[in-house]
């Protein structure tokens, strides 16, 4: 599998914003679905946000409102936009891409469920 890279995480203060883009050194997965997940220290892997092929998404709720998930039309670049950013969404963020459907509600994310996952991109957020 073509592995998937994120950036754009970092260091910054609450009600701040930041953009992370998950790219693939191909354009292999522009029929793919993706999504973001995050992982906070201690904490479980858990879904943030997920788009499909014909640009549908759909989000957790914790982040409805703040964070926008969107891509390039025919590419492989995702990105999340994160606004208004609070302490609690400090968390290593990873993207991933699957053939099907990426169900972000599970209460535990199994990571060798899906195709293909980010190494991540770290957010902190100081209060």
């Known amino acids: 599998q073509v592995p998937l890279v994120e950036s754009g995480g970092g260091s910054v203060q609450a009600g701040g914003s930041l953009r992370l883009s998950c790219e693939a050194p191909?354009?292999?997965?522009?029929?793919?679905?993706m999504a973001w997940f995050r992982e906070a220290p201690g904490k479980e892997l858990e879904g943030v946000a997920t788009?499909?092929?014909?640009?549908?998404?759909k989000s957790v709720d914790s982040v409805k409102g703040r964070f926008t998930i969107s891509r390039d039309s025919g590419k492989s670049t995702l990105y999340l936009q994160m606004n208004n950013l609070k302490p609690e969404d400090a968390a290593m963020y990873y993207c991933?891409?699957?053939?099907?459907?990426?169900?972000?509600?599970?209460?535990?994310?199994?990571?060798?469920?899906?195709?293909?996952w980010g190494r991540g991109t770290l957010v902190t957020v100081s209060s």
């Open positions: 991933a891409a699957d053939r099907f459907t990426i169900n972000i509600f599970l209460p535990k994310i199994r990571r060798n469920r899906l195709d293909v």
């Open positions: 191909e354009n292999v997965y522009s029929g793919f679905h």
């Open positions: 788009i499909d092929p014909d640009g549908n998404t």
